[in-house]
Every structure is written in structure tokens, then in C-alpha cells.
């Protein structure tokens, strides 16, 4: 099929002419410019495959073929004239510079091209016919025959050369595959070389890697030996040493030697001496168990003279107890002696302002006259105005005079305080019921007085700590007597009448009194927290937890803590394992509401509501212990919160205290007048014999 169009013979004349335009008469003569026929024109697609090889070979090998061989071994296109051209493709191989060759070593490239270049010089251009001119002479326009055989003449020489140029053409193709082949086969002996020389890299390093272990191990065996050689030196010489001393000694020993030698002989005589003596000293040794044996017997007697000891012991430790219950028998009798109801005064020191310019302290409308502390003076200096209707009573001149069980000056401490009434606190661990209360206006000191100003000051910790502290160390003692003591505390507040659990965790709740059977007196508050005390600390928990509530019922209300009257309470009951007794007793502590008159206060709204209740609660106290006093068939406990709970305390059947607390303040002369007279009413009073709750 290759290039048939081009080999196919020309036809026959009569085909040519069949096929050629025949000349008109009509047209002018000259050379006649004919196309050629469209096989002969168009480029077959054999030179279309050859011009692609040969632009593929030029493009991948122009470098390796010199471009003077290839100009000699393609031979010039004869250029007929009067013809058309036809267009056939032209290796052209491009001139690049030997560094354009890729992965090739020069070696390689370089044997490449001898033999690429041996494969081309090949005289190819003598085999190739060279073109006819087309006649030497210009045939004339009418010689179409001449001019026929003109053409073929040249078709015949360009099929020749056709063909010639095939078989170069083949022989390229073949050359260039060749070339490939050495190429890859080049590639890869050079990719070969590559890894060769990388696997060689890798074994250079690794060698100098160990070769600078070993350098190293070498180093540190050579260190290690050369401290083994130092400390082997070192050896040698303390040997040495050694040997010298051990020589010195040896020759020492010999000599002592030689001594003991002298020693023994003389140890030998003395030996019979000893065996003489050691007979004397057996002797001596059955006497002395003959001894013993005597001192055996006298033991035995000691013991039992000890047993009967013991015994008389327990007797004295009985006859203890039993005085123990007469000493309780007369403590009570000496506080019954005292009186049921007693009355301490307590002066506050002035604070702060109060001090005035001189700040010496001196609260100049008072005075103390006796060493026993009973009486306390009050003398009108100023212009204070006062009511003389309310000042009945102790008036010299104007000097007020009160006496107490009592009078604590501004300089006391809380520690003498309670040494006063340490013993009234003993009582309620008896069985009694205590009650001690502090009244006074606000801001007289009764807080300070019951609580203290810091429950971790131990300095100024007030009754209530000091009692429980008393207590616990009391219950301690007694349980060497076979006492066991249960304590139950409860706090509460009565504001306007009102109850309020001042240990409670929050949760508001209706707090009613109530008496508990027709033949018991015991009182009890419903819903109040009761809190069993087993240790000390819990106190001052129970008194903070209190604050905080009081703290809160503060915001609601105004200084509400100097308005409300507060109770804490303390059940003890006690039991004698010895002697099956058992007693019960309550303290109470109570912070009365702040006593000013309602007149001198000048209250309204809410605050005339309160003082009113306060009043009434206050006024109600002075009638129940009045009418205790008076022995009343009637006592009107019921008529404030206050007395109703507190009927067991109040009544015969128990011990009573009252701090009247006064303010050392010239401006409070008639509220203090008003609270010393008070207390004096309360002092008067006899209220009966305490009875003991006891089994
Ligand atoms: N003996 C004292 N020594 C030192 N400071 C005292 C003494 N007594 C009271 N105070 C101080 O006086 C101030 C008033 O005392 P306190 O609060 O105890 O009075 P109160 O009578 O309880 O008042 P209220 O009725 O308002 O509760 C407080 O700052 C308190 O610390």
C-alpha cells in the first residue's frame, strides 16, 4: 500500500490525454502551467508516516547525529521546473550541544555517536539518481507528447529517489533503535552504578561509625585500666604499710607474750588461793538461801497486809462518796442560806468616746464604797433631769445607794464574774434547775456579759462557754465517782412574743410551749432543735450558729438582737452507776431585751410595738417573782412567753441569778437608776427552798 500512488505507472497515452485537459484551439500559446494531478500532489501517507518518523528521530536524536552527515546523506530535491512542488517532508536533524543528551555518561554518549555516526557515513547520496532537468531543450506548448515524456522521465527519477530515501530511511529507523537499545541498556548499568556507589556510602559510614565505638570502648577500657593500675599502686603501698605496722604489733605481741608467760605462772599459785576462797563463799551462799527463804515468807505476809489496804481503801472511797452527797446536801444548804434569788450588779467600763478628754477611765457618778463589793453609789452630779417619784428609795441627798449580793466594778474580768457564779452552775449538775439572767438597758454590757465579744478570745469568752467549759471539767471528775452525764442544748429568741429556733438550719417552723402532763412540770418548746453536746468545741459552734441566725433576723429588723430576749439551754441528766442515783438539772442563760422605758425611748411604730412587748415581758417577770416572793396562790406565768418557759426556773424548785448590767455613761443616770431599782425589787425577794430533781 506504501507510496503505491507514487509507483504506480503512468497510463497510456490515451489515459493521459483522457485524464490531461486537451489544449483548446482557442487558447494563446506558450507554456502551459498545469496543476498536478491530485495523487501526484497530495503527500502520501507513506511521506506523511516518514516525514513523522523523521520528526520524531530528529527531535529525540538531533543530538547525537552530526548534521554534515546527514547534509550529505540527503540528497537535494531536484526542482523540476514548470512543476508543481510537492510537498514532502525533509529530515532535518537540529544541531544541540552534547549536554542537551539525556541520562547518558559521556562514555556512553560518546560510543553512541561513533557508531551513529559510523551508521551514516554510508555513501547514500552516490545511489540516488540525480533529477532529470527535464530536457536540455524547452520543448514548445504544442509538444504535449514531448512534454508527456518529459514528465514521466521525472516521475521515474523521483520514484527512484523515493525509494532510495525509503531505505535509508529504514536504515535510521533501524540505527535509532539501536541507539535505544544501547541507551537502556546504558541507563541501566549507570542506575546499577548508582546503587552500587550508595550501598558502598552506606557501608563507608557504618564502618566509621563502629570504628568510633571502638575508638571509644577502647578509650574507656584504657581508663578503666589505668584507674584499676592507680588504685592496685594505691593498695601495694597501703599493704605495705599494713606489713610495717603488723611487723611492729607482732613483735609487741611477742613481748606481751613473753609477759603473759610470767603472768600465768604466777596465776597458777595464786589459783589454789582462790579454790580456798570460793569454798568459804559457798558457805556463804547456803546461808544467804536460807535467808531468802525467810524473806519469801515475810513477802506473802506484806501482801496480804496489802489486800487489806485495798479493802480499806474502797471502804475510804465509799465513805467519799457518801460525803460526796453530803457536801452536794450542804453546798445546797449554803446557797439556800444565800438566798434563791441573787442579784449581781455589773458596771461595763467606758469605750472609746465615752472615755472623754481625760480618757483615765474613771466614771466619776459612780462609786464602790465597801471592800466587800455589795454596794454600788450613784451620785447626781450635772443637770441630768430626773423623775424623783422613781427615785424612792435609798436617796441621800443625791446619792442613790444599792446593795447586792454583788457589785462588779467596769475593771472586772469575766473570769471573776464567773468565779461568782461558777458554784450556781455546780448546782444545776446536782439537779437543780439555774436560771440566770442579764437585764439591763442596750448597750449595758449584757451580751458581753452572757456570750463575750469573741468566742475565740479566751480572755473574754462570757458565762456561756464558761459554764459548758466548767461542766464538761466537772463531769469529767465525777465519772471517777461513777457519774455519767447525758447534755442537751437548745437557743432560742422571743421577739414580739414570738419564738424563733436560733439553731435551726434555716427552716422557719411554729414554735408553741407546752407543759407536759397534768403531773409534770417539764416544759418543752415544740420544733426547737435540741442538740446533744459531747464535747466542748460544739459550743462555740452552737453560739456562732446562733449569731448567724440572729444576724439574718437582723436585716430584717433593726438592732434586732437588742429587742428580743434570748434563752439558751442546757438539760443535764446525770447517773450514778455506784449508786443508782440519778439527777436532773437545767441552766438556763438568758439575754433579756434591753429594758429602757418606753417614755425615755420615745419609740413609735414598729419600735413602740416592741418595746411595748418588751415592757410587758420585763414587767411580767418582776410579778411572777414577786408573787413567788409573796408565795401567791396564783403565779401569772402565762402572761408572757418569758416567764411561761421559764416557770421551772423561776419557782421554788429552783436557783436564781440576776445580772443587773449597767452603763457607765452619765447620760443613762436615770436608766440606770431604773435597773438598779429593778434588780433591788427582784433582791428582796425570797422565793423558797430549791428542790432537787433527783431519784
Ligand atoms: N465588761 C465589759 N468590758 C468591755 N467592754 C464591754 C463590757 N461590757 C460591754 N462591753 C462593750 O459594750 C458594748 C455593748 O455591750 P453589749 O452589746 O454586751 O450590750 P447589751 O446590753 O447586750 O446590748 P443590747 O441590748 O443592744 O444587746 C459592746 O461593744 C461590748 O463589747
Not at 24 to 51: F, H, Q
Not at 166 to 193: F, P, W
Not at 343 to 369: A, I, Q, S, T, Y
Not at 531 to 555: G, K, P
Request: charged share 25%; with cysteine.
Amino acid at each position: 500500500m506504501e507510496n503505491q500512488d507514487a509507483r504506480k505507472p503512468l497510463g497510456t497515452r490515451n489515459d493521459l490525454n483522457s485524464k490531461l485537459p486537451m489544449p483548446s484551439k482557442l487558447r494563446p500559446p506558450g507554456p502551459v502551467k498545469r496543476a498536478m494531478s491530485p495523487e501526484l500532489c497530495r503527500p502520501t501517507k507513506r511521506s506523511r508516516l516518514d516525514s513523522n518518523t523523521s520528526q520524531q528521530f530528529s527531535k529525540s536524536y538531533s543530538g547525537s547525529l552530526p548534521s554534515s552527515n546527514l547534509k550529505t546523506s540527503v540528497p537535494e530535491r531536484p526542482k523540476p521546473t514548470g512543476v508543481a512542488t510537492r510537498s514532502t517532508a525533509v529530515v532535518r536533524p537540529t544541531t544541540k550541544s552534547a549536554n542537551s543528551v539525556p541520562s547518558t555518561s559521556k562514555a556512553a554518549r560518546s560510543k553512541s555517536e561513533s557508531s551513529s555516526n559510523a551508521g551514516f557515513k554510508k555513501p547514500v547520496s552516490s545511489s540516488v539518481p540525480k533529477a532529470p532537468t527535464g530536457g536540455s531543450k524547452k520543448r514548445p506548448a504544442w509538444d504535449l507528447k514531448g512534454r508527456l515524456q518529459d514528465m514521466e522521465e521525472v516521475l521515474a527519477s523521483r520514484n527512484q529517489m523515493s525509494s532510495t530515501l525509503h531505505s535509508q530511511l529504514e536504515s535510521y529507523n533501524q540505527r535509532i533503535n539501536m541507539l535505544e537499545s544501547q541507551n537502556n541498556h546504558l541507563s541501566g548499568t549507570v542506575a546499577q552504578a548508582e546503587k552500587q556507589t550508595t550501598q558502598a556510602s552506606a557501608e563507608i559510614s557504618d564502618l566509621q561509625r563502629r570504628l568510633r565505638e571502638a575508638d571509644d570502648e577502647f578509650n574507656t577500657t584504657r581508663r578503666k585500666l589505668q584507674q584499676e593500675l592507680d588504685d592496685i599502686t594505691f593498695t601495694k603501698s597501703t599493704l605495705e604499710r599494713q606489713k610495717e605496722s603488723l611487723n611492729g604489733e607482732l613483735e609487741a605481741a611477742q613481748q606481751q607474750i613473753n609477759g603473759l608467760r610470767t603472768s600465768v605462772a604466777q596465776m597458777t599459785s595464786a589459783q589454789a588461793g582462790i579454790s580456798a576462797e570460793l569454798e568459804a563463799t559457798k558457805l556463804c551462799l547456803e546461808q544467804a538461801s536460807k535467808e531468802c527463804r525467810m524473806k519469801d515468807t515475810e513477802i506473802a505476809l506484806l501482801k496480804k497486809n496489802l489486800k487489806d489496804r485495798d479493802d480499806t481503801i474502797e471502804d475510804y472511797h465509799c465513805k467519799f462518796r457518801e460525803h460526796e452527797s453530803v457536801r452536794r446536801k450542804l453546798h445546797n444548804n449554803i446557797q439556800e442560806l444565800k438566798g434563791n434569788i441573787r442579784v449581781f450588779c455589773r458596771v461595763r467600763p467606758l469605750l472609746g468616746d465615752e472615755l472623754g478628754p481625760d480618757r483615765d477611765g474613771d466614771v466619776h457618778h459612780m462609786n464602790f464604797p465597801d471592800i466587800d463589793q455589795k454596794i454600788i453609789e450613784l451620785e447626781k452630779l450635772g443637770d441630768v433631769s430626773m423623775n424623783e417619784s422613781t427615785l424612792a428609795g435609798h436617796r441621800r441627798g443625791n446619792k442613790y445607794d444599792f446593795s447586792f449580793d454583788r457589785v462588779f466594778q467596769p475593771a472586772s474580768t469575766q473570769k471573776e464574774v464567773f468565779e461568782e457564779i461558777s458554784q450556781l452552775v455546780q448546782s444545776a449538775l446536782d439537779g437543780y434547775n439555774v436560771c440566770i439572767f442579764a437585764y439591763g438597758q442596750t448597750g449595758s454590757g449584757k451580751t458581753f456579759t452572757m456570750q463575750g465579744p469573741d468566742l475565740n478570745d479566751e480572755e473574754k469568752v462570757g458565762m456561756i462557754p464558761r459554764s459548758v467549759a466548767q461542766i464538761f471539767q466537772s463531769v469529767r471528775e465525777l465519772q471517777t465517782k461513777g457519774w455519767q452525764y447525758d447534755m442537751e442544748a437548745s437557743f432560742l429568741e422571743i421577739y414580739n412574743e414570738t419564738i424563733r429556733d436560733l439553731l435551726s438550719n434555716g427552716k422557719e417552723d411554729k414554735y408553741e410551749i407546752k407543759l407536759h402532763g397534768p403531773n409534770s412540770n417539764e416544759v418543752t418548746v415544740t420544733n426547737l432543735t435540741l442538740v446533744n453536746i459531747s464535747s466542748e468545741d460544739q459550743i462555740n459552734n452552737l453560739l456562732a450558729r446562733a449569731s448567724d441566725n440572729r444576724a439574718v433576723a437582723e436585716t430584717k429588723c433593726n438592732e434586732h438582737s437588742s429587742r428580743s430576749h434570748s434563752v439558751f439551754r442546757l438539760k443535764l441528766t446525770g447517773n450514778n452507776k455506784h449508786t443508782n442515783e440519778i439527777c436532773q438539772g437545767t441552766l438556763n442563760l438568758v439575754d433579756l431585751a434591753g429594758s429602757e422605758r418606753l417614755k425615755e425611748s420615745g419609740s413609735e411604730g414598729q419600735r413602740l410595738k416592741e418595746t411595748l412587748c418588751i415592757n410587758k415581758s420585763l414587767s411580767n417577770l418582776g410579778n411572777v417573782i414577786m408573787a413567788l416572793a409573796n408565795k401567791d396562790s396564783h403565779i401569772p406565768y402565762r402572761n408572757s412567753k418569758l416567764t411561761y418557759l421559764l416557770q421551772n426556773s423561776l419557782g421554788g424548785n429552783s436557783k436564781t441569778l440576776m445580772f443587773v448590767n449597767v452603763s457607765p455613761r452619765e447620760e443613762n443616770f436615770q436608766e440606770t437608776l431604773n435597773s438598779l431599782r429593778f434588780a433591788t425589787k427582784v433582791n428582796n425577794c425570797n422565793i423558797g427552798t430549791a428542790q432537787k430533781k433527783s431519784k
